[in-house]
């Protein structure tokens, strides 16, 4: 039980951090998303990140998501 309460608790603060993050992309002057593959030991990996450039040309990258995949074809990435 306990575990399951600090899983709720890990969740949750990754989603307050991710909403902060979005709030900064939503005002920056530049952005973009960022998808990448990667093969580690025999297991496909697929990176999303992002990218953003504030006001004062400060540039940031933040990895959002790493998911398993089962083969790296456009059908399946995308």
């Not at 399951?4 to 989603?15: A, F, H, S, W, Y």
């Not at 992309?25 to 593959?37: G, M, N, P, R, T």
Request: aromatic share 10%; hydrophobic share 45%.
């Amino acid at each position: 039980m306990l575990h399951d309460i600090t899983n709720e608790m890990v969740k949750l603060m990754g989603n307050t951090l991710f909403q902060k993050l979005i709030e900064e992309v939503k005002v920056a002057s530049f952005y973009a998303l960022l998808a990448d593959e990667r093969d580690r030991s025999n297991n496909e990996q697929l990176v999303v990140c992002l990218r953003w450039v504030d006001g004062s040309f400060n540039v940031y990258e933040e990895p959002i998501g790493l998911f398993q995949v089962q083969e790296t074809t456009v059908a399946t990435l995308f």
